[in-house]
């Protein structure tokens, strides 16, 4: 199946600080990219999908100003928590849609996630 | 707005045993639906998917589902489990009309006892 990779897999922030995570999709162009948080023993919940050279679209409850979006290319979004806080510590999956090199079809396919922990 | 139910949080079985997860959907439309594993320590992984035609879906490593449209929903099965089938399950689901965005449930973790 297709890769998809984020960077870093986890990081150790102060509060107040800013965390950039990158997802690239390596042997696929992405229409779509979508970002998601995925709280301990829980589901994934989508929080926002961005198309390349447009804004993303934030799901209801997610604020667009602190989880900042840059879907700057077919193969590259960033996800920018800004002035991150305790709360914002999660796990973040990204997760890139198109048509990958074996399937052929268009296909949705998940990043490794990133740990991000706010002290 | 589409939502997933997964019924069994929690899944024990002793190794040879017979699986099914129940996953129900609600949504009017149509949609295409989906099974995921996470691994422990690993990223999601696509085990199998339906978008049309045959409702007998098989998928990777012996996994097969079956989409009962009438019934909204999208049963994960297998025959035999292995100790290496402990993981985490997720059923999703997504509307053709709603670009993409795949709704997910709350996931089943199955635990095989070897």
């Known amino acids: 199946g297709a890769v998809v990779s984020q960077h870093p897999s986890w990081v150790i922030c102060k509060s107040g600080t800013s965390v950039k995570i990158e997802c690239r999709s390596l042997d696929f162009q992405a229409t779509t990219m979508f970002w998601y948080r995925q709280f301990p023993k829980q589901s994934l919940m989508l929080m926002a999908t961005?198309?390349?050279?447009?804004?993303?679209?934030?799901e209801q409850g997610v604020e667009k100003d602190k989880f900042l979006i840059n879907h700057a290319s077919l193969t590259l979004s960033t996800l920018t928590v800004t002035s991150a806080h305790p709360e914002d510590s999660s796990f973040y999956i990204c997760?890139?849609?198109?048509?990958?090199?074996?399937?052929?079809?268009?296909?949705?396919?998940f990043g490794p996630g990133t740990r991000l922990t706010v002290l | 707005a589409q939502s997933v139910s997964q019924h069994n949080h929690h899944v024990i079985l002793s190794e040879a045993a017979s699986l099914e997860l129940g996953c129900n959907y609600s949504y009017g439309g149509t949609v295409n639906l989906f099974w995921y594993v996470q691994y422990p320590g690993q990223h999601l992984q696509l085990l199998l998917k339906?978008?049309?035609?045959?409702?007998l879906v098989k998928g990777i490593k012996g996994f097969e589902a079956e989409f009962i449209k009438s019934k909204f929903s999208f049963n994960l099965r297998k025959p035999s489990v292995q100790w290496s089938d402990t993981a985490e399950y997720f059923c999703?689901?997504?509307?053709?009309?709603?670009?993409?965005?795949?709704?997910f449930g709350d996931g089943t973790t199955l635990t095989v006892k070897p």
């Open positions: 961005s198309n390349e050279g447009s804004k993303a679209t934030y």
């Open positions: 999703a689901v997504n509307a053709n009309t709603n670009a993409g965005k795949s709704t």
């Open positions: 339906y978008f049309s035609g045959d409702p």
């Open positions: 997760s890139a849609r198109g048509i990958g090199p074996v399937e052929g079809t268009d296909t949705q396919y």
